[in-house]
């Protein structure tokens, strides 16, 4: 919901301390969210931020425990996401085209996690026992990081048994077959 904003004041408390999507991809100039304001917001389950000028997520995110879906692609100014280890109703998990450069802590931690996309970012490493312990994967891209492909081995994704659609690099063809 493109409203052209830079920041949210730190002093605005949101009143609407059940709502459930706050929707402010599109808004280019955004760089800025309190952890004030996410910390009033406990019921939220949908968090879309893409497409903003956000620098840092702020550490509140963590305390979202009712999240379901955090769509943060094209984050083009992010380099670090706080822990994500709380966040076990997390299904969706989008930050795909952002210059995140790190893996987020706590990612393997999300057992409920359905949807995972890493398309075309920054992360220089990507875990080989990360995607075992995200055995409900049912989404899966790790195609493409800045700078080139990313290949994972085999027996990683061979291991999801619910995945139904996955845009991979594999090391070697003759593995896959």
Do not use: W
């Not at 995110?61 to 083009?76: D, E, I, K, R, W």
């Not at 989008?94 to 409920?112: Q, S, V």
């Not at 994967?137 to 081995?153: A, D, I, P, T, Y």
């Amino acid at each position: 919901m493109e409203i052209d904003i830079k920041e949210i004041p730190s002093n605005l408390s949101p009143r609407y301390p059940k709502l459930g999507t706050l929707l402010l991809c599109g808004n280019y100039k955004l760089e800025l969210i309190t952890d004030f304001f996410l910390k009033k917001l406990c019921g939220l389950k949908v968090l879309d931020l893409c497409f903003t000028a956000i620098h840092e997520l702020p550490g509140s995110v963590a305390g979202l425990a009712c999240l379901t879906a955090s769509l943060l692609m094209g984050f083009y100014k992010m380099r670090h996401v706080p822990s994500l280890a709380k966040l076990m109703t997390l299904e969706m998990l989008d930050f795909c085209c952002a210059t995140l450069e790190e893996m987020p802590h706590g990612l393997e931690l999300l057992c409920n996690l359905r949807y995972l996309n890493l398309d075309r970012t920054r992360l220089k490493e990507f875990p080989a026992t990360m995607l075992s312990n995200l055995s409900n994967l049912q989404f899966l891209c790790l195609h493409q990081s800045l700078g080139g492909f990313r290949s994972v081995e085999v027996e990683e994704v061979a291991g999801l048994r619910m995945l139904e659609s996955s845009k991979c690099h594999f090391y070697d063809v003759i593995d896959f077959n």
